[in-house]
């Protein structure tokens, strides 16, 4: 008798991504050179040529979990004077510019299809964030832990 086992190659169904809200007009600070958008992510004023995404629409990626500007939306933002390059220990003069993750809906945000979890509190403000107002990488959750 023979230990192989065979197994179908059909996975079963994909369950859908979640759905996620995202503000692109809400203040944002570039984690590299501390850079204020008080009225969110200047990128996000022109459409993306390396996605489609419209102007004030977050950045589309086909299997979801990054929610930042594409590379081309960046350069376009800066080509046409809406974004500075940044002055921080960035190689290629691109600002790292978080987009907080909603689970819920909130004012002025758009619907987001992704696989990332929610990292910010309906209220705007980042989970977890210190009391102080310093701005701190948030801890990855392990929603498929509990």
């Not at 994909?14 to 809200?21: E, L, Q, S, V």
């Not at 696989?115 to 701190?136: E, F, K, Y």
Request: charged content about 20%; some cysteine.
């Amino acid at each position: 008798m023979s230990n192989v086992s065979f197994r179908s190659s059909g996975a079963g169904p994909r369950r859908p991504a979640p759905i996620r809200w995202a503000c692109t007009s809400g203040p944002v600070t570039c984690r590299r050179c501390y850079a204020a958008f008080e009225e969110g992510d200047p990128a996000y004023r022109v459409g993306c040529r390396g996605c489609a995404a419209p102007a004030g629409v977050p950045c589309r990626r086909p299997r979801g979990g990054n929610e930042r500007v594409c590379h081309q939306r960046d350069t376009d933002a800066i080509g046409m004077g809406l974004l500075d390059p940044c002055d921080g220990l960035s190689w290629d003069g691109r600002h790292d510019k978080p987009l907080p993750l909603f689970a819920v809906p909130v004012a002025n945000a758009c619907r987001v299809v992704t696989g990332s979890p929610a990292n910010a509190d309906p209220n705007g403000l980042p989970a977890a964030a210190p009391a102080d107002g310093r701005r701190t990488s948030l801890p990855l959750e392990k929603l498929w832990a509990a």
